[in-house]
């Protein structure tokens, strides 16, 4: 028996469709469809329990854009948006939807390539960018309140890439938390996250590394000073 089949669409024209390639087709664009929808489904739910919403205060817009759970939505909703054309499309061989999934493809295999292209003329421009915008974002989102998956994912990339800062660890200064501005004092301030730290086994785990710094150091001496003083007058009182 032969694998091909004609199937009638109108009257007086056939369309000679490769079963095999129509429903391996189907079967993929569906998997990826539910694939799209798991993505789709968790970064809305994870968007919403963010509270970003909610926020009162302004949020510049690349915290919008270069947020987890908001490229989490985008990817998921172009990939369900072109599986499920191609899964319909190929299913009923909609000629109409099968179209718009091959432009789809297309356009997004000719942008993947220019992008390709692009970063490898100017990767260092496009590096030095890319270290700016994760500075900007990223670093400055680290522990504020709607940006914990931004919180998580930074955390993730220094340990598994074993680096601290997209430059270096003075990056840092860059967050409210561990800046060294004077106008906001943090116990953390002139340190780093304990995601830039190697595990020690003589070093007690829940100890920042950057307590070891000089800039930290300094800090702490300059708090110590202010402890002590406070705890010697508490005692001097006392005995009177």
């Known amino acids: ?78 990939t369900v948006l072109v599986s499920a054309t191609g899964f319909i499309g190929s299913l009923r061989e909609n000629q109409c939807l099968l179209k718009f999934y091959y432009i789809s493809l297309a356009m997004l295999f000719v942008c993947e390539t220019i992008i390709g292209i692009l970063f490898f003329i100017y990767r260092e421009t496009a590096i030095n960018h890319a270290e700016e915008i994760v500075k900007k974002t990223f670093v400055t989102q680290y522990r504020e309140v709607g940006f914990e998956d931004s919180t998580n994912f930074m955390d993730f990339l220094q340990k598994e890439l074993q680096c601290c800062g997209p430059r270096s660890y003075t990056d840092w200064t860059a967050n409210r938390y561990f800046s060294c501005n004077d106008s906001y004092v943090s116990p953390e301030a002139c340190g780093v996250p304990f995601s830039c730290c190697r595990r020690m086994n003589n070093i007690n785990v829940g100890i920042p590394c950057s307590i070891f710094s000089i800039h930290a ?14 705890l010697h007058g508490r005692l001097a009182r006392k005995r009177e």
């Open 1 to 78: 028996m032969s694998r091909h089949f004609y199937h009638r669409r109108n009257a007086g024209k056939f369309n000679y469709v490769n079963r095999w390639v129509k429903y391996v087709l189907s079967v993929t664009n569906f998997l990826f469809v539910m694939i799209g929808s798991i993505f789709l489904v968790f970064g809305i739910i994870a968007f919403v329990e963010s509270g970003i919403i909610t926020q009162k205060s302004k949020i510049c817009i690349l915290h919008w854009i270069f947020n987890i759970t908001v490229i989490v939505i985008i990817v998921g909703f172009i």
């Open 217 to 230: 150091l300094i800090f702490l001496a300059r708090r110590r000073k202010g402890w002590d003083a406070a």
